[in-house]
């Protein structure tokens, strides 16, 4: 490696980038979809290879057919980010949990201007040494407020949280 005034140079390594104002990230997911809306198919993919031409379909969003579907994947990413986020608040206030878990449940009614994601309740049960309930559920609420994914949403966001 080449040495330059000002030590090592740094090479740029993954979807992480600088701009004026500080770092940002890109990821990327890929659909493609083949057909009519009821009879059609579809796979979405991602980079790192979690999703691989994973399917999906009319019958798998609006029947409960096996496979997987926008919403659960929604509902999927809000858990993890969620959980992340708890771990990260709980942080702050010196605590490192054993465990968090949390499901959150979408729910995708129909309404007067089409399908919509209305609300997402987040149920966690947490175990944190030393941790009082206060501090928990303190914790608890900042993430659900501060976690990105639940700044995307335009959806009511209700949480039970339990202290196990």
């Avoid at 942080?91 to 729910?107: H, M, N, Q, R, V």
């Avoid at 309404?111 to 914790?139: C, M, S, Y």
């Avoid at 407020?145 to 949403?153: A, H, N, T, V």
Wanted: net charge positive; aromatic share 6%.
């Amino acid at each position: 490696m080449r040495r330059r005034r000002g030590g090592p140079r740094k090479v740029k390594s993954g979807p992480t980038f600088r701009r004026r104002g500080g770092i940002f990230i890109q990821r990327t997911a890929n659909a493609r979809w083949i057909g009519g809306l009821k009879d059609g198919r579809g796979t979405v993919s991602t980079p790192s290879g979690v999703l691989a031409n994973t399917a999906y379909s009319f019958t798998t969003r609006f029947e409960n057919a096996k496979g997987t579907n926008p919403e659960e994947l929604v509902a999927a990413a809000h858990a993890g980010c969620f959980s992340m986020a708890l771990s990260g608040e709980l942080g702050k206030l010196g605590f490192t949990p054993d465990s968090i878990e949390t499901k959150a449940t979408l729910s995708f009614d129909r309404t007067d201007a089409g399908w919509t994601i209305t609300t997402i309740h987040l149920d966690v049960a947490a175990k944190v040494p030393r941790a009082d309930r206060a501090a928990f559920e303190k914790a608890a609420e900042t993430a659900k407020k501060g976690c990105p994914i639940s700044r995307l949403l335009n959806a009511t966001i209700t949480m039970s949280a339990r202290l196990v």
